[in-house]
Every structure is written in C-alpha cells, then in structure tokens.
C-alpha cells in the first residue's frame, strides 16, 4: 500500500516562507517524476513545480517561478518545496503526487498516487 504523506504546512503572512515535505512509504519513490499541485476553494486542482528523477529537470507554474523550489531526497523517500514570498494567492491546499513514468508532466491525470493534501493559509 503506498502512502504519500505531506506535512509543513499551516498560516503565514504575506512574504513569509513555508517549507512542504511530502514522505512516501510502501513504495520507492526514486524512479517516479514528483510533482507538487495545489487546490483553492472553488477551483480546480492546478499544477505548482514538477521533479524528474534526478533533480536534474525542474518544472515550475508561471506563478510560482522564482518564488518556490521543487526538491526531493531519493534515500528518504521525501520531496520537498520551499514557498518563498508568499502572498494570499497561494493560498491551497497542496498535494504531492507521484508519476510512474519517466517523462515529466503538468497534468493531474497522469499523476499515480497522491497525497492527502496540506493546507497553507497566506494572510495579507
């Protein structure tokens, strides 16, 4: 059984920083692309930064570029995002999510397993 656990998360104001973590257990996450996602209310899910295997390709949101960094550790199992400048439209609940497949995506449906989700709470 694979579970994809994300912590980190809570309230800050604008122009704070938040550091996700996202552990995965009952499966090696080392070989999947991981990515981030994030869901306001009332909204669809939307992708925030992707990771490929490696670290060695990086894919990041228009809105977030510059501002968050995707990052994992294969020898825990865990991948990261640091959220930088926050303002109260980050304001989601984010997901981990991790993709079998060797080529990166931003799609919600090509995305395997997921996370419960965590919630962050930006106030102006």
């Known amino acids: 059984q694979v579970q994809m656990v994300e912590s980190g998360g809570g309230s800050v104001q604008a122009g704070g920083s938040v550091r996700l973590s996202c552990a995965a257990s009952g499966r090696s996450i080392s070989s999947d692309v991981m990515g981030w996602f994030r869901q306001a209310p009332g909204k669809e899910r939307e992708f925030v930064a992707a990771?490929?295997?490696?670290?060695?390709?990086?894919n990041y949101a228009d809105s977030v570029k510059g501002r968050f960094t995707i990052s994992r550790d294969n020898a825990k199992n865990t991948v990261y995002l640091q959220m930088n400048s926050l303002n109260p439209e980050d304001t989601a609940v984010y997901y981990c999510?991790?993709?079998?497949?060797?080529?990166?995506?931003?799609?919600?449906?090509?995305?395997?397993?997921w996370g419960q989700g965590t919630q962050v709470t930006v106030s102006s």
């Open positions: 999510a991790a993709r079998s497949w060797a080529t990166m995506s931003t799609l919600v449906d090509e995305y395997h397993y």
């Open positions: 990771i490929n295997w490696s670290g060695s390709a990086r």
